[in-house]
């Protein structure tokens, strides 16, 4: 498969929608790309890989995906789980010893250090890693959340941006094994199984692969996926002789101008490193996020090679939430205005997406699935209708409330009516 530029006339507001963003300068380049029916409808680019230079954004260009990592990393872990290394059941600490005898923190007083903790009854389970339901966090809300602090003082998560301080620190990050042991001496936000919340859990997903598989996690996901599908861009870096191809990022600054970041989260993707964040650490372009997309829709098959079975892919792409909830339902701390947590209902998650359990405002079918990345990157793959779309941008948001500008609802609903123009069988 070669992604090219396809632009139907059906597929114009689409179009028109992401010129937008780039002529009011709401991100400096778009990439997107929809699949349906065993064919590629719609491909297109907005926009500059490096706005200041002009240099236009190309389709073979590479980008920051970030979270969008986390389904990778979890097929890869299924894929052990296939293999029998392991139960979806399994206390976690069964693998990884250093996550024995957790607490959960009631309190914590940052001027005194004082803490009141919290016996926990049951252990964290490999599964509650995938669904996010383990009890870790990302240390991004020290407000609303106390072990938060803790987070941030032992890894240095400071600032008004706690989002470009975590990521800018990506280069000296500490290998898995002791990342994990240091992320384990912090207690719990709260009990395992009792909310959502969105954390740490893929990482040390991560750290398991490479603990059960016996080999690094970059080599044990070109192994079992990459090499197997063709994505032979995506990596934890980006070598000398495509950095080229390396998308630059933007931001706003205080003038609501759109300028580029600079540092370790532009830089830091040249050069090997030893921190292999299986929740946020990968690079793609989208012919390869593609690949791999396609060969979820097609249930772990692509072309000649099956990669995990049928049934794993269902499970993966099921609401794994108890009682059939939603991650709202479960949601630790309720974020959001009405109308933002109005478009996220109707969704649980899976062992690494999110997953459509019922009809809500997207007109995708009930059993979609989707992720996104901090950088404003996203896909949705919807089974019913047989539609793979993703967009890919470069833009960090400027503050630490994610404060996304792409309209992700709108963008799915203008797929949606192009592809109706093309179709009498979407949604019958």
Known sequence: MKIKQINPVVFKKLSHEFQTYIDDNITGCVLCAIYHRDKLVYCNKFGWKDKENQIPIAFDDIFRI?????????LAALILHEQGKYDLDDPLEKYLPEFKNLKVLKSYDDKTGETELEEIKNPITIKQLFTHTSGLSYGDDPEEIPVDKL??????????????????????????DEFSKRLATLPLAFAPGEYWWYAFSHEILGFLIEVLSGKKLDVFLKEQIFDKIGMNDTDFYVPKEKWNQLTKVYTKNQDDKLIEIEGAIYEGFKHKIQYLSGGGGLVSTLEDYMKFCIMMLNRGQYKNNQIVSKETIELMTSNQLPNNKTFLDMQYIKYGDPVSIKRNEGYGFGLGVQVKIAENMSRSGVGDYSWGGAFNTF?????????????????????????????WLRIDNLVYEALEKTSSKIRE
Do not use: A, H
Request: hydrophobic letters at 35%.
């Open 66 to 74: 970030y979270s969008m990592t986390k389904p990778i990393t979890c």
């Open 151 to 176: 987070y941030g003082e032992k890894f240095s998560f400071t600032g008004e941006n706690r989002l470009k301080t975590k990521l800018d620190m990506f280069p000296i990050m500490p290998p898995l």
């Open 379 to 407: 896909f949705d793959i919807d089974p019913t209708n047989q539609v793979i779309s993703i967009v890919l941008t470069q833009y960090c948001p400027e503050d630490s409330d994610w404060i996304f500008p792409i309209d």
